[in-house]
């Protein structure tokens, strides 16, 4: 499970500012975060799955977040289409979120591609499938 730790860099050194709960050892995987980005990771995902609630379908959600540099710095939050009789089925498109104000930035043919890549991907399970989306 991916877990956000906030650290300092201080003569050499990563500290955290909150117990990270690892084991002495452990392996971990660092991402740098620039300074202009104020919404977390976990934040983009959150947000995504709201608006894919919201205006899409209960049967799709954000996955975890990668932080890209586009014409801005987004959080691009994957869309995956999840079936309770099937698990997650698999990814349907993306979704920026500007790293630095939090909003979606997507189009209605954004909406439009998602929706049609679930649908085909719903259609190689049943016709049932493909009616609830």
């Given amino acids: 499970m991916a877990e956000i ?4 860099y201080e ?9 990270p709960g690892l084991q002495e050892r452990q ?3 660092l991402q740098i975060v620039p300074q202009r980005v104020c919404i977390t990771a976990a934040t983009a995902q959150r947000k995504v799955n709201r608006f ?3 205006e899409i379908s209960y049967l799709m959600g954000g996955e975890q977040p990668t932080l ?5 710095l987004v959080w691009r939050v994957p869309v995956t289409l999840t079936y309770p009789t ?4 698999g990814q349907v498109g993306f979704i920026d979120v500007d790293a630095e104000n939090g ?7 954004t909406v439009e ?21």
């Fill in 11 to 19: 003569q050499g050194v990563l500290v955290p500012l909150q117990d």
């Fill in 52 to 54: 894919i609630m919201d």
């Fill in 5 to 8: 730790i906030t650290a300092r």
């Fill in 103 to 109: 909003e979606l930035l997507l189009t209605p043919e």
């Fill in 27 to 29: 392996t971990v995987r």
């Fill in 68 to 72: 890209v540099e586009t014409d801005r």
């Fill in 86 to 89: 099937h698990g997650t089925v």
């Fill in 113 to 133: 591609e998602i929706t049609r890549n679930a649908r085909a991907l719903a259609a190689r399970l049943s016709p049932e499938a493909t009616s609830q989306i």
